[in-house]
Each structure stands twice: as C-alpha cells, then as structure tokens.
C-alpha cells in the first residue's frame, strides 16, 4: 500500500493511493493515523486536486554517511568499517513539490539520492530477526548537501541540517520486504539528465545492520525516518535546477532549487 499525506481545503490527512496511470491515482482517506490500526474511508480524491506533503513528520532523520564506497571514494574518503550516522532535524524536512532552498552560506550544494526507511513503533535495541517488523515502509529522499560547508565544519550541522536539505516523498511504500528494498535502483536526475544510478545492493551495511546499529544507542519512534547513505554520482544543484530521485518500487520524489529569500 502506498500512503501519502497530503493537504485539501486546509485540512491535512492521510491516505491510500490507488491506480496506476500517474493522471488518473486518487487517494482514499485513512480514518485515523497510518501508524495503528486504521480503516479507509472510501471518500475518494483525485491526487492532482490535492497538496502532497512529506508523508511522515519525524522526530528525527537518522542518516548514515558513506554507506556505498564508490561514493564515500570519489569524495577522497575511507570506507568506514562501521554505519556512521549523522541527524538532520525535522526542521530540515520538505516533500514533494516544496522548494530547496538555496542557503546563503554555501557555494556548493550537492544532490543525494537515498533510500529512507521509515519506522513504524516505538523501539529500542532491535536485534536483527525483528527489523522487519519495526518498519512502517520505505520512501525516496534527498540528502541534500552544503558540500563546501561539510568539507569545512567538522560538524555536518549546518552542511546537512540546514532548512529545506531533507526532502521526502512522494509517499510511503508499506508493501516491500527487508530483502527487497535491500536490493533496489536509486536514481537522480537533475532537468531531465542522469547524475546518480545504483543499486540498494551496494550499500555496504544493509538495512537491517543500520536499524540495529542506531536502535543499540536510542528509542525510535513511529515516523522517525532512516536515510541508507547515497550511490556514486553526487554533484552540484543550482538555482532553477529541478532535481528528481526514483527509487524501484516506490515513486518519484521532486524538486526544484531556489534562492532563499
């Protein structure tokens, strides 16, 4: 099932999308909250008469850096032996359609594409026969990245955490397994042309190690959302630049870059 939150007449709810043809998905309205038991509505709503939002408000974004090693290669660094998380503050969070805002204090802003995991319980020292059943589904999501800021600030704070940098969407794929999303395509294009292709196959510590890894140090909560780190193909974003990440399975999440302000 794919659940999306979205925005009609200043009301905002969740619901299911149904269809195929991108013209023709309409959304039936969930009664309640997706993250407990719930009933659809069968009140019906095309999807192009609706604002989508990012499909979940979570507490935190725990990200994981370097995950794929010809990325953590091409940027001059070593390919850690262990996951290596970093937070992007719910702040941070945009969904599909919303602006990148281009921050002042950066000169070069960087795409990238990565699988997010959302959580579905509260939850706490997962072992790792029962991460399948701690996650609500899976989403697209853009790291966006103030590269020159990273490279300067041993802090990834302000590179990573900035207004705008963590777009997600479209929706919430409930229906894939562990096993599967662990073997997607990621994709980026920014106007039209590929930047960024791989496979979720390359990540260098599944998803499974991640949620045990993050779960070892703190509670996750329903909507807190995992980003799995980004393939090779990273590169820079400009003003006007309309930036689209598709994962297998799952939609397409886009944006476009302005200048702030």
Request: some cysteine.
């Amino acid at each position: 099932m794919r659940i999306a939150r979205f925005s009609i007449d200043g009301n905002v709810a969740f619901g299911a999308v149904e269809g195929d043809k991108q013209d023709e998905l309409v959304l039936d309205i969930i009664k309640g909250i997706p993250f407990a038991d719930f009933e659809l509505s069968g009140t019906k709503v095309p999807l192009s008469k609706v604002r989508l939002l990012p499909p979940v408000l979570p507490n935190k974004v725990v990200a994981f850096g370097r995950n794929y090693a010809e990325h953590a290669r091409e940027l001059g660094n070593e390919v850690p032996d262990a996951p290596f998380a970093f937070f992007k503050p719910s702040t941070s969070v945009v969904g599909p359609g919303d602006d990148i805002q281009y921050p002042p204090f950066s000169r070069e802003l960087h795409h990238e594409a990565e699988l997010a995991v959302v959580i579905g319980r509260l939850c706490r020292e997962v072992p790792r026969d029962r991460v399948k059943d701690v996650i609500f589904g899976y989403t697209c999501a853009n790291d966006v990245t103030a590269r020159d800021v990273q490279k300067r600030e041993k802090q990834w704070a302000r590179a990573k955490g900035f207004d705008t940098s963590c777009p997600l969407g479209p929706w919430v794929e409930t229906d894939l397994t562990v096993d599967a999303a662990n073997d997607l395509t990621v994709q980026l294009t920014v106007n039209g042309e590929q930047r960024q292709l791989g496979r979720t196959s390359e990540m260098i510590h599944p998803i499974e190690d991640l949620i045990v890894n993050i779960s070892e140090a703190m509670t996750l909560l329903p909507g807190d959302v995992i980003l799995t780190g980004t393939p090779a193909g990273v590169g820079p974003l400009s003003v006007g630049d309309e930036v689209a990440v598709t994962i297998e399975g799952i939609g397409t999440l886009t944006n476009k870059v302005v200048k702030r302000g």
